[in-house]
């Protein structure tokens, strides 16, 4: 079980950093620029307790104060423009939707 969270999670991250390099290079020329802010994850529905929740524990991925699991900057980019880390976050819950998960993309403004 740990392996295909492990799996679905690199297939995420993959996801999420080819979509925010491609809104980063595209729309805003490679430049980080506008405003800032942070995107995330939230994975509903897998309870802490059982082997689900164990494994996704076991793969990195933790729960946050609403009770999701949350992935923070699935893209892993090092820039501030929301828009671009909110395309990566976009992209790897579409992802772990696929997977038969419920998953949304948040952000914030900073």
């Known amino acids: 079980?740990?392996?295909e969270?492990?799996?679905?999670?690199?297939?995420a991250k993959e996801a999420a950093r080819e979509a925010?390099?491609?809104?980063?290079?595209?729309?805003l020329g490679g430049v980080d620029q506008f405003s800032c802010g942070f995107a995330w994850v939230e994975i509903y529905g897998v309870k802490g307790n059982t082997k689900l929740?164990?494994?996704?524990?076991?793969a990195g991925i933790n729960k946050n104060y609403s009770g999701?699991?949350?992935i923070w900057n699935p893209a892993g980019m090092g820039v501030?423009?929301?828009?671009?880390?909110?395309?990566?976050a976009e992209a790897a819950a579409?992802?772990?939707?696929?997977?038969?998960?419920?998953?949304?993309?948040?952000?914030?403004?900073?």
């Open 1 to 3: 079980m740990t392996t």
């Open 5 to 11: 969270i492990t799996t679905i999670l690199t297939e």
């Open 20 to 27: 925010a390099w491609k809104y980063f290079n595209e729309k």
């Open 53 to 58: 929740g164990k494994a996704f524990k076991a």
């Open 68 to 70: 999701a699991y949350s």
């Open 80 to 88: 501030q423009n929301i828009d671009t880390l909110e395309a990566g």
């Open 94 to 110: 579409k992802v772990f939707e696929r997977h038969g998960f419920r998953a949304y993309a948040c952000s914030r403004l900073d």
